[in-house]
């Protein structure tokens, strides 16, 4: 071998060193999840497709192709590996198998064999015609109930946080407050509907103020447990670092209570819903409680589960939106929260 080559050689030997050393990248396990998922979807468009009804729907054609399309989908991110928030998914593959298997069974029950009798229970067809057809009153009916949710909760949560905060530093404050949350805390905010209805100038008012008082007592009262049950230890400390009394409230109190109060918040959330849709129901001529008195006025079961169904996905995604904001607050007390 000539020298020039003897020197190549040399030359390249650290190169072929570290591209043998350098471990191959994996190949990304395909996720066999999604395909059944994927299979469970297009097994429901065949029989949407293949399977006659008993009586004709419009929507049937498109109702295969939403669930074709699901199925395709599932399989192409099947293939795609661990990339980006796809990862997010792989724990739901068999929930969004078994909504493909439950639709499917829905279909049957339904359309194609008409066990479960109309008008009481719609096919899956007639819910989709409702959401093709009837979707403006529908975004409509979600918008306005968010614009008279928002503002109550916020009023409710605000007074409830400040409330509680009081109650639990002050002893003045507790001990004219205590009382009055243990004895009408328990009160339900609906069983103030006439007299709010009656007091207020407007049903729009009314339950705004309503919405608030469910969302105040609960707040207030996890507040000033989360406020009393501080470690006296931290205020000891505080002191003798010569904090004020503001600091002890601003930077000891309300950050160490912070877990009550989005407990507090969630629970206020939950009974905010229900006050909703029953103000909505009796005073408030809109909104999905509106919606619902309609279809049932109506006997429009489609348009009922329907309003269902959106009401659900509003809800879910507020108390998401709230946990999101939760995480973010109290990323310092991660290992603390468990909820």
């Not at 009804?53 to 599932?74: F, H, K, M, N, Q």
Request: glycine content about 10%.
């Amino acid at each position: 071998m000539s020298s020039s080559a003897l020197a190549l050689s040399s030359n390249d030997l650290p190169a072929r060193i570290e591209e043998a050393a350098t471990p191959a990248s994996p190949r990304a396990p395909v996720w066999r999840g999604g395909i059944v998922a994927a299979l469970a979807w297009a097994g429901a468009a065949g029989v949407t497709w293949t399977w006659p009804d008993i009586t004709p729907w419009s929507r049937s054609g498109l109702l295969g192709a939403v669930e074709c399309t699901l199925g395709a989908a599932l399989c192409l991110l099947a293939f795609a590996g661990n990339r980006g928030r796809l990862a997010a998914l792989r724990p739901w593959d068999r929930w969004l198998g078994a909504g493909a298997v439950l639709l499917t069974l829905w279909q049957i029950l339904t359309a194609k064999t008409a066990i479960l009798p109309l008008p009481f229970f719609p096919p899956p067809q007639s819910i989709l015609e409702v959401y093709t057809d009837d979707s403006a009153r529908l975004l409509e009916s979600a918008a306005r109930s968010l614009l008279l949710l928002l503002p109550g909760y916020a009023i409710g949560g605000a007074v409830g946080f400040a409330n509680g905060v009081a109650i639990g530093w002050w002893k003045q404050a507790s001990y004219w407050g205590h009382p009055i949350l243990r004895f009408v805390g328990p009160l339900p905010a609906t069983a103030w509907l006439p007299l709010a209805f009656f007091v207020f100038p407007g049903s729009q008012s009314a339950s705004t103020f309503l919405i608030a008082l469910a969302t105040a007592f609960p707040v207030a009262v996890l507040t000033s447990s989360g406020v009393k049950g501080v470690n006296a230890a931290y205020y000891d400390i505080a002191r003798t670092l010569g904090a004020s009394e503001r600091f002890l409230i601003l930077k000891v109190a309300i950050p160490t209570a912070l877990p009550d109060v989005f407990v507090g918040l969630f629970m206020g959330l939950g009974a905010s819903f229900a006050v909703l849709i029953v103000a909505e129901m009796i005073g408030v001529k809109a909104g999905l409680g509106w919606y619902l008195q309609w279809a049932q006025g109506w006997a429009a079961y489609a348009n009922l589960y329907g309003a269902l169904i959106v009401m659900a996905l509003l809800f879910s995604s507020l108390i998401a939106l709230l946990f999101t904001v939760r995480d973010r607050v109290l990323a310092w007390q991660k290992a603390i929260v468990r909820w």
